[in-house]
């Protein structure tokens, strides 16, 4: 798929990411697969990305990712039971649902964007918690198939899930390392930068 091609193809795919990449912010995006786009802007926006295509290498991007940090006696805030459930035998993992005891949030998200690189989510990740309401470190666990083009999908998709009983509280996640211009963007409530792990598994 398109995201070894990023990591691993030749010549034209590097010349294309780097096209991309200069290009200024108000110019239109090259014609990229999504996968490819997510990653692009997902890396520039300072998020760190793990592919995984078996859940054995998902369990050992999870324990990399506490390894790098030192995260072993730190139990992860949880708010969803699926992946508390699934994650609960898991070495050197605990899990709070106190966020004042935690330093590390672990979540999943409905849709990857690829026109910007963001995280979206909603209350069936936040609850009602703002996003400055959130530790500092986050690990979301997502999967190829919820990569989508722009928000507007995103919302489209979310719209037709969920039918009548549309989530609230319907956010992104979108700076992932803090610059003089997110560190005061009042769309994320004040606190838009967050360290962010993001641990993809394919499922398509």
């Known amino acids: 798929m398109g995201l070894f ?3 691993f193809g ?7 990411k780097e096209t991309v990449e200069t290009r200024g912010v108000h110019m239109p995006d090259l ?19 793990i592919y995984c295509d078996s859940l054995r290498e998902v369990s050992q991007a999870l324990q990399n990712i506490i390894q790098e940090n030192s995260w072993h006696d730190f139990p ?4 969803n ?5 699934k994650f609960s035998k898991e070495k050197n993992v605990s899990f709070t649902n106190k966020v004042q005891n935690s330093q590390v949030f672990f979540t999943t998200c409905e849709h990857l964007i690829a026109q910007n690189g963001s995280i ?3 209350s069936n990740q936040l609850n009602e918690k703002k996003l400055n309401e959130l530790p500092d470190n986050i690990i979301v666990l997502a ?7 722009s928000i507007g999908e995103g919302l489209k998709t979310i719209k037709k899930k969920y039918d009548h009983h549309i989530p609230a509280n319907i956010t ?33």
């Open 5 to 7: 091609d990023l990591f």
């Open 10 to 16: 030749g010549g034209k795919k590097q010349a294309s």
């Open 31 to 49: 014609n990229l697969p999504v996968d490819e786009k997510f990653t692009i802007h997902f890396k520039k926006n300072g998020g760190k990305f």
């Open 76 to 79: 992860f805030f949880v708010m």
């Open 81 to 85: 039971k699926a992946l508390k459930e």
């Open 120 to 122: 979206l989510v909603c």
């Open 143 to 149: 999967t190829t198939s919820q990569l989508v083009e």
């Open 172 to 204: 992104t996640l979108k700076h992932f390392m803090a610059t003089e211009e997110n560190s005061d963007d009042f769309l994320t409530y004040g606190s838009s930068s967050k360290n962010l792990y993001l641990i993809l598994l394919e499922d398509l």
